[in-house]
């Protein structure tokens, strides 16, 4: 089933059944052809996910328009490394790795303006974001990165959407229902200090590690899109999820800064449009999806609430955003509120 075949149906029905090993994904023209570069494209999701349709979508075309000059192949779940996205985000600035996606509150451990994207409560639709790191706010992340070795691809910002609560056995209708909540949460200091500040007990594991620790007892709860509850079975270990969307998030397509700049013009541009193309659909995708994943996830016995969102933004009004206009920058601050309005 190719990318551009995938419906809401058909991609939700493929997510319940296909394997979970990970597994490179390799064009026709890959296998073919003799190529002049080869590379590799790690993500953190499973094979039957959108970010993975979209990735081998993309890199097939690269491929065939390249003629065979420049493979890629599409790695999911990082292909199995140890140590997760903070390992492959190291193996990328190093050039042991070509291409990667990777949340933003990740990537700031690197980029510390990179957390701009996640800032909870910034935006209520994602176009709002995907205007943003296609303007301006982009433009200027971009050079942030390359100061790290790091490409981040103009127009290639994937889609996640917005982050919700999923618990094992509380329900979550406010903030005080946050209290002592052992809540996972990426590699990222943003997410810490956001569940901090609400009054909960962040617990940070790698998302290779989620399911067991939902599944354990190690974590009660943990807040990701509805797609990454579906894609990763979480409801097979959870039972209630809030709908909070307190953060967007996305995946970030990057590439290691000398690998990219040593391509051809002509490649590059193959690259770069497809990027545009590939990732303007998967965003039409993901967002129709967890749309969708409200009835599929009730239908699997989840129960939805939805929170009182005033008392979770009055326990950030305090110092939290001061403190992370501090941390990110004032100028992302200023060129993120251009498109959000003001934040806090």
């Not at 075949?5 to 073919?32: D, E, K, Y």
């Not at 190093?94 to 509150?105: H, N, S």
């Not at 999923?166 to 997410?191: H, K």
Request: aromatic share 8%; proline share 4%; net charge positive.
């Amino acid at each position: 089933m190719s990318y551009s075949q995938v419906t809401r149906r058909n991609l939700l029905s493929s997510m319940g059944s296909a394997a979970t090993l990970s597994m490179p994904f390799i064009s026709g023209m890959a296998r073919a052809a003799t190529p002049r570069w080869t590379a590799r494209q790690f993500h953190n999701q499973p094979a039957a996910s959108p970010l993975n349709e979209a990735l081998v979508k993309l890199w097939d075309k690269v491929a065939k328009e390249s003629d065979g000059r420049l493979v890629v192949t599409v790695h999911p779940q990082n292909n199995g490394i140890a140590g997760s996205d903070p390992a492959a985000l190291e193996m990328l600035r190093k050039g042991e790795l070509e291409f990667y996606t990777l949340l933003a509150g990740i990537l700031a451990n690197v980029v510390p303006a990179m957390d701009i994207q996640g800032m909870p409560f910034a935006f209520k639709r994602s176009e709002q974001i995907h205007k943003a790191m296609d303007g301006e706010l982009g433009a200027y992340l971009r050079a942030e990165c390359k100061t790290k070795g790091i490409y981040l691809f103009p127009h290639g910002l994937l889609e996640n959407g917005f982050r919700d609560l999923n618990t094992v056995s509380r329900r979550v209708r406010e903030a005080d229902d946050m209290a002592g909540l052992r809540v996972r949460v990426p590699d990222g200091q943003i997410f810490r200090d956001l569940f901090t500040t609400l009054g909960a007990q962040p617990v940070t594991l790698n998302i290779n590690k989620l399911y067991d620790g939902l599944k354990t007892g190690e974590v009660d709860a943990q807040e990701n899109p509805l797609v990454i509850c579906e894609t990763n079975k979480l409801y097979e270990v959870t039972k209630f999820i809030s709908t909070t969307h307190h953060s967007w998030s996305g995946f970030n397509l990057l590439g290691n800064d000398d690998f990219w700049n040593s391509l051809p013009d002509d490649i590059r541009k193959i690259v770069g449009r497809n990027v545009a193309i590939e990732v303007a659909a998967q965003r039409r995708v993901t967002m129709a999806l967890n749309q969708a994943l409200v009835v599929k996830l009730t239908g699997r016995g989840m129960t939805f609430d939805q929170p009182d969102i005033a008392t979770f933004k009055a326990r950030l009004a305090g110092g939290f955003y001061p403190r992370w206009k501090q941390q990110v920058g004032v100028k992302a601050w200023t060129l993120l509120e251009k498109t959000s309005g003001r934040i806090g």
